[in-house]
């Protein structure tokens, strides 16, 4: 009776732009979340890549309580501590220059966008530029942000968007090189597909895209909101290839649970894009998010979270491949580190096979059309992958 009391409230008083299970999240520890009816489930979902750490995690939740009885918020027109603590482990964490702080990912891909922009204005004062995105992509839902993601049924009813965008084919580099012209000022793209599909980047994709536009003198935008802060066991997805972005968009895992995101620009893009009064924000990089993204870092350094993902993404990816030959509910597995996808077989609905894996206490979520995403806490040990596979076994 409780949570149907929490749910007919909300379905009152809330927009339904969410069809949401129906079930009450009340608490969580470690890996696992609990319903109001204190019910458990091994979370393979990580509030959709956001809780890096898991739940009451001492030392983050520590750090905001200490931040909350000193200073929540003052604005831009001040600096503050935590700020100026978190954009340098950023700038040193990446390698690249300067920050902006936002709430959201949405907002770090509008920061990107405008970034694009301004640097080719400056170059020809012209402002009829265009911007290269990829087809299946996600980038947010604001109409910037939608006007460079790759899916129809998200742009449609929301036309005309923003104008001068092109898709391309991800991994498909020639058909990239097909959309670039005298106009094109930035190329858009996720360095991991998420919401696509799971697909990573090929190599030898991203990097003729980071040829591409050194050669044109264009700026490369990586998405890194949901495959970065260590997911698949670099910092950033990129790191891997040994290709640098001019601009990096950033969120989820950055603040693991405080809404907070980040435009970060390489030495070109902050040298010739945005200045004092081009952008702005009123809760940007206030002191309570900052300190969440400041003791993130810490925290990741000091319990070596990276060189954990990469040990046990390796045993996860082997109890999944033995999935898909035992089980002939999956046709396949894809993904990098703690971010994999399950293609589900044909003549089977993803979202059959997530309601009975929440009936059996385990949290997946979908990306694509046909696949179950496994994006868990970054915490996850070898235990934990046995009980997602036993699990998830029984919903099949």
Request: proline share 3%; charged share 25%; glycine share 10%.
């Amino acid at each position: 009776m409780e949570s149907k009391h929490y749910i007919d409230i909300c379905e009152e008083n809330i927009l339904h732009t969410y069809n949401r299970y129906q079930i009450v999240l009340e608490k969580g520890n470690g890996v696992y979340l609990y319903d109001a009816e204190g019910k458990e489930y091994l979370d393979f979902g990580a509030g959709i890549a956001v809780f890096a750490l898991g739940y009451n995690y001492k030392e983050y939740n520590d750090a905001l309580k200490n931040q909350i009885d000193k200073l929540i918020h003052t604005s831009n027109l001040f600096y503050n501590i935590p700020a100026s603590e978190a954009a340098q482990k950023l700038v040193e964490a990446s390698g690249l220059n300067k920050v902006f702080f936002t709430n959201s990912g949405t907002e770090a891909i509008e920061g990107a966008i405008k970034v694009a922009k301004k640097y080719a204005y400056n170059k020809d004062g012209k402002t009829d530029h265009e911007i290269i995105a990829m087809n299946h992509s996600f980038h947010g839902r604001s109409l910037g942000a939608l006007s460079v993601t790759g899916n129809v049924k998200y742009q449609e009813p929301f036309q005309p968007l923003l104008g001068g965008i092109k898709f391309a084919d991800y991994n498909d580099l020639e058909s990239v090189k097909a959309q670039v012209n005298e106009k094109t000022c930035a190329i858009i793209l996720e360095t991991v597909q998420g919401e696509g599909g799971i697909y990573p980047a090929e190599p030898e994709f991203l990097k003729g895209i980071k040829d591409l536009c050194e050669e044109k003198d264009m700026l490369l935008i990586l998405d890194e909101i949901q495959c970065g802060m260590g997911r698949t066991g670099y910092q950033f997805a990129w790191q891997e290839y040994g290709v640098k972005p001019d601009v990096m968009t950033c969120a989820k895992a950055l603040g693991c649970g405080i809404p907070v995101g980040a435009f970060v620009l390489g030495e070109k893009a902050a040298k010739s894009s945005l200045v004092a009064g081009d952008h702005g924000t009123t809760y940007g990089g206030n002191p309570l998010a900052c300190a969440a993204v400041s003791k993130v870092f810490d925290i990741f350094k000091e319990k070596n979270i990276l060189e954990h993902v990469k040990q046990i993404s390796g045993y996860l990816e082997q109890k999944l491949e033995q999935l898909v030959t035992d089980s002939g509910a999956f046709a396949a597995h894809r993904g990098k580190g703690l971010m994999q996808g399950l293609v589900v077989a044909d003549g089977r609905k993803p979202g059959d096979i997530v309601n009975k894996a929440l009936e059996n206490g385990l949290i997946v979520i979908t990306a694509g059309s046909n696949v179950i995403r496994l994006v868990p806490p970054l915490i996850i040990e070898e235990k934990h992958v046995d009980e997602m596979i036993e699990k998830l076994k029984k919903s099949v």
